[in-house]
């Protein structure tokens, strides 16, 4: 699970988060939500270690793998299906794997530790999926709203929006614990974003997930995470649940304060 016990987070002199104190459980699909500047970016940038915090405990099971979609446009000559492919960082280090133990059996034939070594590679690729991977990689490809002719184009050939589609399908290529999406429905039309919150509803992993879009969020998310006066507050349930519940929440306040 994710903890956060008494966190305290600065951005320059800014006070993002003051003893700041939540708790996000394993399996859990999490809308985090506040107005712009609350913070909702800098806690991402905790969450996936660019940040740290300056004060109290903050903790991520370090067996976890996470996966985020990169900011970056991409500018590689690489395919469609190729880059996407990349985003299996598992599938990367075991290939690297796999190179090596070839040049090492190369070198020396009969030598049994090199062709157990190569043994392993092999097995090891197999396990993560190197059989399917191409398939896999175009399935999220076209389910973002890309044609089948385009799946072997170029990265470079296709405009900024469609760029950060393939971002998106390469950061869901990835296995991943923790999943962090920011506006992910940015550059999606309505065909793509009906496929992504079916993909995000089997996502077996914790996801957190940032959004504008109140029904995307809805169809998404189970919990809502409120950043505000630099405090986190956890609600149960999806946007709309949060919203009548904080609602419900302010109009007490107002009673008390009017009684007081």
Same mark, same amino acid.
């Given at each position: 699970m994710i903890t956060l016990k008494n966190v305290i987070l600065r951005r320059s002199a800014k006070v993002l988060l003051d003893g700041a104190t939540v708790t996000l459980n394993p399996g859990e699909k999490v809308g985090l939500v506040g107005r712009n500047g609350a913070g909702k970016s800098t806690l991402f940038a905790l969450l996936n /270690?660019?940040? !740290?915090?300056?004060?109290?405990? +903050?903790?991520?099971?370090?067996?976890?793998?996470? @996966?985020?979609? @990169? $900011?970056? *446009?991409?500018? &590689?000559?690489?395919? @469609? &299906?190729? +880059?996407?492919? /990349? /985003?299996?960082t598992r599938l990367v280090e075991l290939r690297e794997a796999l190179a090596l133990a070839e040049a090492a059996h190369a070198t020396d034939p009969d030598d049994a530790d090199a062709g157990m070594a190569l043994a392993h590679a092999y097995t090891d690729l197999a396990d993560a999926g190197e059989h399917d991977a191409v398939p896999r990689a175009q399935a999220l490809i076209l389910g973002l709203g890309f044609k089948a002719h385009e799946l072997d184009a170029p990265v470079n050939s296709f405009s900024g929006g469609w760029r950060m589609r393939l971002q998106l399908a390469r950061a869901l290529m990835c296995p991943s614990d923790l999943l962090l999406l920011d506006e992910p429905t940015n550059h999606l039309?309505?065909?793509?974003?009906?496929?992504?919150? %079916?993909?995000? #509803?089997?996502? @077996?992993?914790?996801?957190?997930?940032?959004? !504008?879009?109140?029904? +995307?969020?809805?169809?998404?998310?189970?919990?809502?995470?409120?950043?505000?006066?630099?405090?986190?507050?956890?609600?149960?349930?999806?946007?709309?649940? +949060?919203?009548? *519940?904080? %609602?419900? $929440?302010?109009? #007490? $306040?107002? #009673? %008390?304060?009017?009684? #007081?």
């Open positions: /270690g660019t940040l !740290h915090e300056d004060g109290g405990d +903050f903790s991520v099971p370090k067996q976890w793998r996470m @996966a985020q979609v @990169a $900011q970056n *446009m991409p500018e &590689t000559e690489e395919s @469609a &299906t190729d +880059f996407v492919v /990349g /985003g299996d039309d309505l065909d793509a974003l009906v496929w992504l919150e %079916a993909w995000l #509803q089997r996502y @077996a992993g914790t996801m957190i997930v940032i959004s !504008h879009d109140r029904e +995307f969020l809805d169809a998404v998310t189970d919990v809502t995470l409120h950043i505000a006066n630099a405090q986190l507050t956890r609600y149960g349930g999806n946007y709309s649940k +949060f919203e009548d *519940m904080r %609602a419900l $929440q302010m109009e #007490q $306040q107002q #009673q %008390a304060f009017v009684k #007081q």
